[in-house]
């Protein structure tokens, strides 16, 4: 009877540990999925692919710098949330993606009206 126990309390540790597990997986693959699609990185693949006429050698080397670059991210992002406090990231963060808003968006602008003046 104690050895029952044991199994469900196991099983339901599994059973826990899974969900998040699959969720982090999910969300993850998904994001960076769409993200990813049809971006400089996509068409650079895609061009040196017809290029070279061998897809499957492009595929590895673009497999493999894609695993590099996200290692170095996953990385990188263990050692900001081992070293900085959860509050000041957050809001650092936010800082940087607002300023690259406003610099696109000035850019954006800029270019818009350059391209206007000289029709």
Avoid: C, H
């Avoid at 104690?2 to 969900?19: A, R, V």
């Avoid at 994001?31 to 990813?36: P, S, V, Y």
């Avoid at 590895?60 to 000041?88: E, F």
């Amino acid at each position: 009877m104690g050895q029952s126990n044991s199994n469900s309390k196991q099983e339901s540790s599994l059973q826990e540990d899974s969900t998040p597990f699959f969720s982090i997986l999910i969300t993850s693959f998904s994001t960076i999925f769409l993200a990813e699609l049809g971006d400089k990185t996509q068409l650079a693949t895609l061009i040196l692919s017809a290029q070279s006429g061998r897809p499957i050698i492009i595929f590895i080397g673009a497999a493999l710098a894609l695993i590099s670059t996200s290692l170095l991210g996953v990385l990188i992002g263990r050692w900001i949330a081992n070293n900085l406090p959860r509050q000041r990231f957050t809001l650092v963060s936010g800082i940087i993606m607002v300023s690259l808003g406003i610099y696109l968006v000035t850019q954006g602008f800029i270019d818009f009206t350059q391209n206007n003046n000289l029709n």
